[in-house]
Nanobody
């Protein structure tokens, strides 16, 4: 079952966006959920993750600007992005890690359910 990422768009530097990650036919509460992004010509990189117990983890490049949260009642994980920069431009993906092991949450190979992603473009 694939996860669906949504909420991307074209914004200016300094703006904010909130991305959503949902899954139909699958409950996210039993998994850690991570956000990754991939810019053209670059590898997919870890952005943020939230564990089943709501512990959060961030890449240094977004710490203090992005906030990950989850609403299990809505089966949704959010990524609130503030003070966006042109270098944040990428396709953003969410995935689920059923193992939820904190030491491996930055490893994209631990996740499944990658969907189409959502494009975020930040103009300067």
């Amino acid at each position: 079952v694939q996860l669906q990422a949504s909420g991307g768009g074209l914004v200016q530097a300094g703006d904010s966006l909130r991305l959503s990650c949902t899954a139909s036919g699958r409950t996210l509460r039993s998994s850690a959920v991570g956000w990754f992004r991939q810019a053209p010509g670059k590898e997919r990189e870890f952005i943020a993750a939230i564990s089943r117990s709501f512990a959060t983890y961030y890449a240094n490049s977004v710490k203090g600007r992005f906030t990950i949260s989850r609403d299990n009642a809505k089966n949704t994980v959010y990524l609130q992005m503030s003070n966006l920069k042109p270098e944040d431009t990428a396709v953003y993906y969410c995935g689920a890690d059923p193992t939820g092991i904190a030491s491996t949450l930055t490893d994209s190979s631990r996740y499944n359910g990658w969907g189409q992603g959502t494009q975020v473009t930040v103009s300067s």
